[in-house]
Structures are given as structure tokens and as C-alpha cells.
């Protein structure tokens, strides 16, 4: 391969000045610069005064900087010794090898040990609730059927007063197992407290009546038949109930219809849609549900006295059948009616919860006369 010298190469064509023959003529001034006049010995200490503290800065901010590295490589150091080593601070865990063979949890020797509820520093002077997965699945089998429990007893100036529901078919809990715990919780003395309070639990679930509908056997053929068909007349077994609840300085009014011969009525439901609907919280769902089923089982009782099969049929019994309300002749209630059937929330002032918890004390002397 050949390499052509510069001066064999062919020139390019000139290009002509267009710029110049397009651009409009302007008259240009130059403009003379003087040559920069000298500093004053004055302004040239005062420069130096400033690249000194300049320099200065810059070395106490890289020292600074240097500190805050330093600071941060020894923190990652004893992260990763730490984690490589925790044995030192946490000591070694269980080593089934070390000493007598119990193994042990730091480095001071302490023998390893699990604390279980019985070991901890206030222990229970009641006794622990230890069931086992065989019994808990027995007693999950079993029908729930809730028992309106209410507490009222007065020992030496103490007072208690409570309201809950027992399950009938309980067969973990006993009353007195459950009296010792309430006792020990509430810090009530147990010897005096605890033997009345399982008394009057087992006293209320021995007078305890279950309806009727709920353990009659499943209808069948004819029987069940007729229960299907809608014209056929049925006794209504509708009450009133009247909740009257105060819980700290909140009370709660109000009176709705019940029929008591509805299975699919559920007061635990009821109670919770009632309290969320005005705010209320969790004491409000319980007691407006203990009152519901204290309420109920008052009409369900005389019903079982005089034998009613919950068919229904009508009630036989005249004074018992005017407990109950008239059949609905309309779905729209009375507009006179309707303020008695509207809850009432009423914020209380400490004048009238004592007044309030005079008149039931009252109304309690007066009952039991």
C-alpha cells in the first residue's frame, strides 16, 4: 500500500465569505483595559487573613470527617463481633455437654429452666386452668346453651355485684373453681367470698329452665309438615323487654319486642348490632344481653310450669297469655308509640348516680319484703 504525500493531495475550494455580505454592518468600539492596578500591602494582609482561616476550616472539617468514619467502621466492628459471638453477651444456651449435663443459659453457670405460670414471682393461690386437648375438643362438641347468671352479695362492707352467663353443659370450669379465681382477681377475701358465689351460680343453673323448642327432637313427616305450612295459626310469644342499664356515668333506656319462641333470636347478636349502632362499648353488649336472656327465661319458666309445648298453640293459662303482647296488626307501629321504642343515652352527674343507686337499693328492700 501507497501513502500519497501532502503535496499530491488535491486542495479544497475556497469558501466564500457569506457572513460577511448577509449580516448587517454594525459599528464596533474597543473598548481599552488598563493594566490591573496593584494591591495595597493593607488588602494584601487582609487576603492572606482569609485564605488562612480558609485553611483552617478545611482541616477541622477532613478531621471531623475522619472522627464520624472512624466512629462508624468500630460500630460496624461490634455489630459483626456481636453477631458472631453472641454467646458472650447472651451466654451459650443449652449445651447438653457442659458440666453435669443440664446445660446451662450464661456464663455465670445457671442451671437452664423454663418459668411455667406456677413459677412466676406472684403466684396464683388459686388453681391453674390445665386442660387437656382431648378434654377441650370434648366440651367444643357439646351444645352451648347460656345461663343468665347474676351476682349480688354483701360481706363485711364489700359489695359485689355482677352479671354473666354460665354454660349449662360446662363440664371443664366448676362454679367453686371459678368463684376462687373472680375472688382472687377482684382481691376479695375467698374463704368468705368464694363459697356464696358458687352457691348462688349452681342455684341459678339448677332453676334454670331451657325451653322446650330448643331440645324437642327434629320434627318429622306429618309433624313436619305442618310446620312448614304458613296458614296455619300459631300462638305469638311475644314480650316486651325493658333494658335499664348504667355502666360509670353512661345509662341506657329503651324497650323493644321479643318472641321468645324464635330460635334464630340470638341476644349475644342482638346486643352487639344495639351497641354498635349507639357507640357503646363492650360492658353495654354484655349486660344488654344478660338482661335479654334474665327476661326470657322469666316467660320461659311459666311456660314450662304449666306445660306448654311450644307447637303454636295458644296459651292456656289466662293470666299467663296477658303477659304476653297482642298479635300485630300492622308492621307500622302506633306514631304515638314510638318515642317509648326509641333507646334514650343519658350522661349522668355523680348527684344521680347516687340518687339512681338509692332508688334500686330501694326498689331491692321493697322486693324482698
Known amino acids: 500500500m501507497s501513502i500519497t504525500s501532502e503535496a499530491t493531495l488535491p486542495h479544497a ?27 495595597t500591602d493593607s488588602q494584601r494582609s487582609e487576603l492572606e487573613g482569609y485564605m488562612r482561616r480558609d485553611a483552617i476550616f478545611v482541616a477541622a472539617f477532613e478531621q471531623q470527617r475522619q472522627m464520624q468514619a472512624g466512629i462508624a467502621n468500630r460500630k460496624q466492628l461490634e455489630i459483626r463481633q456481636t453477631a458472631q459471638a453472641g454467646a458472650e453477651i447472651f451466654g451459650p444456651g443449652y449445651n447438653p455437654l457442659y458440666g453435669n449435663g443440664s446445660g446451662i443459659t450464661n456464663s455465670n453457670g445457671a442451671a437452664f429452666h423454663i418459668i411455667y405460670p406456677a413459677h412466676r414471682k406472684r403466684a396464683r393461690k388459686s388453681k391453674e386452668f390445665t386442660f387437656s386437648k382431648a378434654m377441650i375438643e370434648e366440651q367444643a362438641s357439646k351444645e352451648d346453651v ?34 376462687e379465681v373472680l375472688c382472687e382477681d377482684l382481691q376479695f377475701p375467698v374463704q368468705q367470698f368464694a363459697p356464696q358465689i358458687s352457691r348462688s351460680i349452681r342455684e341459678q343453673i339448677q332453676d334454670y329452665h331451657l325451653p322446650a323448642l330448643s331440645v324437642s327432637a327434629p320434627p318429622s313427616g306429618d309433624s313436619a309438615q305442618a310446620a312448614q305450612d304458613d296458614s296455619r295459626p300459631s300462638q305469638e310469644l311475644r314480650i316486651l323487654i325493658k333494658i ?30 344495639l351497641a354498635s349502632e349507639l357507640g357503646l362499648g363492650g360492658e353495654f353488649r354484655t349486660a344488654i344481653a344478660h338482661s335479654i336472656r334474665e327476661q326470657v327465661q322469666i316467660h320461659t319458666k311459666c311456660l314450662n310450669l304449666i306445660g306448654y309445648n311450644y307447637d ?58
Open 13 to 39: 475550494p475556497a469558501v466564500p465569505n457569506v457572513a460577511s455580505s448577509l449580516l448587517p454592518q454594525q459599528n464596533s468600539t474597543t473598548v481599552q483595559i488598563g493594566p490591573t492596578p496593584l494591591i
Open 244 to 273: 335499664d342499664i348504667t355502666v360509670a356515668n353512661t345509662s341506657l333506656v329503651d324497650q323493644f319486642e321479643w318472641d321468645i319462641s324464635c330460635p334464630n333470636n340470638d341476644p349475644e347478636q342482638f346486643a352487639e348490632i
Open 312 to 369: 303454636g298453640s295458644s296459651v292456656h293459662d289466662e293470666d299467663l297469655r296477658s303477659s304476653f303482647l297482642p298479635k300485630l296488626s300492622s308492621i307500622l307501629r302506633e306514631e304515638e308509640a314510638v318515642e317509648q321504642f326509641t333507646p334514650i343515652l343519658e350522661k349522668l352527674t355523680e348527684p344521680e348516680i347516687d340518687k339512681l343507686e338509692r332508688d334500686r337499693e330501694r326498689d331491692k328492700s321493697s322486693t324482698n319484703l
Open 146 to 179: 347460656l345461663v343468665p347468671i347474676r351476682l349480688e352479695i354483701e360481706i363485711d362492707g364489700l359489695v359485689l355485684r355482677d352479671t354473666f352467663t354460665w354454660n349449662l353443659h360446662e363440664s371443664l370450669i366448676t362454679p367453686e373453681h371459678f368463684a
